[in-house]
C-alpha cells in the first residue's frame, strides 16, 4: 500500500459529517475538528525502517478524548476508487453533494470484508444512552482514505472517515465525515 499522501499531508481538518459522525467527529470545544497523523515506524530484517502504523495526536479541544494516541494500521490491497465526479469546495449548503458522491464508498468502508487500501483503527467509547451503555465499553471501527484530486479547490484531495459498531455494548451508529488533508 502506498503510503505517500499520508506521510505528505498527515494533517486531517474535518468539514462534512453526517449520521453518527456527527457525535464522533467532534470538537468540544465547538471549534473545527482536526488531528494531525504521526508515523510509527519498525525496522524492517533488511535494516530499514518502515512505516507500519499512524498515531492519532491533536490541539486540545479539536477531537474528542478517546482519539488520543489512536493507531491507525494500513490495511487493504484495492485501490480507492474514484468518485463518479469532483465535488465541489465545501461548504454547508454542498453536503447534499458530499453525501451523494461518497455514499457508495462510504458503503464499501461499511463492509467487514472490504479489500479497499485504508487506515484502520479500534475506538473505544462509552455511550451516553442506557444505564448499561454508561458502564460498558463500546469499539467501533475507524476506517480512513485518501481521495486524491477529488475536489475542485485548492487543495483537491480528501480523507473520507467512516465509523461503523465493531464489539461491545451495540447500537446502530454508522457515521462518516471527511475533509482536506493539509
Avoid at 499531508?9 to 459522525?21: A, H, K, L, Q, S
Avoid at 490491497?77 to 465541489?88: D, G, R
Amino acid at each position: 500500500m502506498d503510503l505517500s499522501n499520508w506521510l505528505k499531508t498527515p494533517c486531517v481538518d474535518i468539514d462534512f459529517r453526517e449520521n453518527y459522525g456527527k457525535k464522533l467527529l467532534h470538537a468540544p470545544n465547538g471549534r473545527r475538528p482536526h488531528f494531525w497523523l504521526e508515523p510509527k515506524k519498525v525496522c524492517d530484517p533488511l535494516g530499514e525502517d518502515q512505516v507500519v502504523q499512524f498515531r492519532a495526536h491533536y490541539p486540545s479541544g479539536c477531537m474528542l478524548h478517546n482519539w488520543a494516541e489512536l493507531l491507525f494500521t494500513p490495511l487493504g490491497t484495492t485501490e480507492v476508487p474514484a468518485l463518479p465526479y469532483k465535488l465541489p469546495k465545501w461548504s454547508p449548503d454542498k453536503e447534499p453533494v458530499y453525501a451523494e458522491a461518497l455514499d457508495r464508498l462510504i458503503a464499501e468502508l461499511y463492509r467487514d470484508d472490504t479489500q479497499i487500501e485504508r487506515l484502520e483503527a479500534y475506538l473505544p467509547l462509552f455511550l451516553d444512552q442506557s444505564d448499561k451503555s454508561k458502564r460498558e465499553a463500546t469499539i467501533d471501527r475507524v476506517r480512513m482514505v485518501y481521495l486524491a484530486d477529488a475536489v475542485e479547490s485548492d487543495n483537491p484531495n480528501l480523507v473520507l472517515i467512516v465509523f461503523a459498531y465493531y464489539s461491545g455494548y451495540q447500537v446502530r451508529q454508522n457515521g462518516a465525515g471527511s475533509g482536506p488533508p493539509t
